[in-house]
Nanobody, 121 residues
Framework: VQLQASGGGLVQAGGSLRLSCAASGRTVSRYDMGWFRQAPGKEREFVAKINWSGGSTKYADSVKGRFTISRDNAKSTVYLQMNGLKPDDTAVYYC???????????????WGQGTLVTVSS
């Protein structure tokens, strides 16, 4: 599976961005997908995940109510709509695929290359 993330950029605090992650090489419609981020000098952290059908989602407390994860299996793409952005959201955002079929596995088998989101104050 190859994952291509896009949609990052520079935005002012309070603004919005939508990230996309397109999968290729293998169908991902039966797998859970997620977004992670890594800020400068910090460890990578979980942001959001969505199950294969889109019927279940999970968010980090820090983004709950501001970010929305969704997917379009026909396009093999997962999205992250980010509203109310804060400077603390500045990071490289990565998408990932979990092929274990276990919702709480915390095992991510494939990773995208990342897209940079910078939020100015």
């Amino acid at each position: 599976v190859q994952l291509q993330a896009s949609g990052g950029g520079l935005v002012q605090a309070g603004g919005s961005l939508r990230l996309s992650c397109a999968a290729s090489g293998r169908t991902v419609s039966r797998y859970d997908m997620g977004w992670f981020r890594q800020a400068p000098g910090k460890e990578r952290e979980f942001v959001a995940k969505i199950n294969w059908s889109g019927g279940s989602t999970k968010y980090a407390d820090s983004v709950k109510g501001r970010f929305t994860i969704s997917r379009d299996n026909a396009k093999s793409t997962v999205y992250l709509q980010m509203n109310g952005l804060k400077p603390d959201d500045t990071a490289v955002y990565y998408c990932a695929v979990d092929t274990t079929y276990v919702w709480n596995s915390a095992t991510w088998d494939y990773w995208g290359q990342g897209t940079l989101v910078t939020v100015s104050s």
